[in-house]
């Protein structure tokens, strides 16, 4: 563990990746990204890019709040299972 209390991996050993399956519409002038396994966190952006970076924070944000005591941000990976952007 780290000084914040997250827990870091041993020397020479990584952290898992979490997939996530990823959708992405488009609604007006904004992309929309919905994760399949998070379906309460979503991303809006003027861009597909930036629709991913809010639906990884909001993901990010939501594994850190859980009682899971897991980090995610460094080994969140999307698929993009849909693009209708």
Known sequence: ???WGVATPA???RMGV???TVSLKRDGPAVIARCAEFP???GRG???GEALERLRQSVT???EACPCDQ???PGLSFEIERDAS
């Open 11 to 13: 020397p020479g050993r």
């Open 1 to 3: 563990m780290d000084r």
């Open 18 to 20: 979490m997939r996530c």
């Open 71 to 73: 980090t995610a941000a």
């Open 61 to 63: 944000f939501w594994l």
């Open 46 to 48: 003027p861009s597909r």
């Open 40 to 42: 309460d966190c979503e």
